[in-house]
Structure formats: structure tokens, C-alpha cells
């Protein structure tokens, strides 16, 4: 007469279940370190898109021609100037502990943050962020200033967004560069951003 043995449902080893768990370990950390990356490269995307619109807005007030006040007798003529914005008297927001882990809301009011040189520029008109006609009315991460006319150096802009994302103390800059052309006396703005810590 034959026995059958049933033989009963064999489970996972220790071994086995231990490299499974290794390996959603490596898993997990990978997805993680990437959601990171791509929550910090979503939030430096505002200073890259910020800065390539001041650039626009610097070449767009430096084409806007600026013309004598005085009535022009028949048969004369006067000359056309070109001028950067003047240099923003203060950044947005005014200091980087606003933005240290943080997001700003500037305030959109006539005379402050972006508005804050409505009336600073040459003969009362506008200078700064007002003369660019620059403002952002969402929450922002990142500190803006706009400097023109540096001394010592050709006519230029220099625009900056400073940010900390992770509020440790560390800046990130993101810098965006103009200058005037001695030559053909156009505006030329660079190509890219440079950056420095983009992900602090």
C-alpha cells in the first residue's frame, strides 16, 4: 500500500524577505531623494522665470525713447535718448530673513515693495521695479534686486533673486546680467542665469 505525503505550502526564508525589504529600502530613498529634487527644481523655476522677465522688461524701458520736454522749432531736431531703469532703491522683500524657508507676500500698494520708486527716477518719473513695471502679486520664495550703472564698469543691470528654500542660512543666487553695447549702443542681456546653490 503506498503513503502519499502531502508536503504543506512552503513560506519566504528570512533571507528572502530581508533582500526584499533592502531593496524597497533602495527604492524608497531613490523616489524621495527625486520627489526632492523635483519640488526644488519646481521652486527655482519662479527666480528663472522672474529674471527672464526683468530682462525683457530692462530691454523693453531701455527702447522706450525719452525725448526732450521743450516744443521743437521747425527745421531743428533733438537727439533720442536710451536709458536703463534706475537702480531699485531697496530689494523685495527688504531682507532675506523674509524669505528663509519661508514665502513673501509683497505688498501691492502704490508706494511700496514694487512700487516703492513710482517717483524716484529722473524728473520724478519712475525708477526701480516701477520704471520695469515688474511686480508679482503671488507669494514668492526668493528676495529680488535690480541694480543699473555700476561704477567703473560699462553701462549694465544686474538682476538677482536670492533664496533660501530650506531655511539654513545658505543663499542661493540667481543673477541675470544686461549691458549696453559701446558700439551700436544697443542693450544686450545674456543668454543664461548663472547660479550659485540653486537647491539652498
Not at 513673501?104 to 520708486?117: E, H, M, N, V
Not at 558700439?183 to 539652498?200: C, S
Request: aromatic share 8%; proline share 4%; with cysteine.
Amino acid at each position: 500500500m503506498q503513503k502519499f505525503i502531502r508536503v504543506g505550502k512552503r513560506g519566504f526564508t528570512l533571507i528572502e524577505l530581508m533582500i526584499v525589504v533592502a531593496i524597497v529600502g533602495i527604492l524608497a530613498s531613490l523616489a524621495i531623494y527625486g520627489v526632492r529634487k523635483y519640488i526644488a527644481n519646481a521652486k527655482t523655476a519662479e527666480a528663472k522665470n522672474s529674471l527672464g522677465q526683468l530682462g525683457k522688461d530692462g530691454q523693453t524701458a531701455f527702447e522706450k525713447e525719452t525725448l526732450a520736454g521743450a516744443v521743437l522749432a521747425a527745421g531743428t531736431s533733438t537727439t533720442i535718448s536710451r536709458a536703463l531703469c534706475w537702480t531699485a532703491s531697496a530689494a523685495v522683500p527688504a531682507a532675506k530673513g523674509s524669505i528663509q524657508g519661508a514665502k513673501y507676500q509683497s505688498d501691492q500698494s502704490a508706494t511700496k515693495d514694487w512700487g516703492l520708486d513710482l517717483t524716484a527716477g529722473p524728473g520724478g518719473g519712475p525708477g526701480g521695479f516701477a520704471c520695469l513695471k515688474f511686480s508679482m502679486s503671488a507669494p514668492q520664495y526668493f528676495m529680488y534686486t535690480y541694480v543699473s550703472g555700476v561704477a567703473g564698469a560699462p553701462v549694465l543691470f544686474t538682476a538677482n533673486a536670492y533664496g533660501d528654500l530650506n531655511g539654513d542660512g545658505v543663499t542661493s543666487n540667481f543673477q541675470l546680467i544686461g549691458t549696453v553695447n559701446a558700439t551700436d549702443q544697443n542693450l544686450y542681456v545674456a543668454p543664461t542665469i548663472t547660479e550659485v546653490d540653486p537647491e539652498e
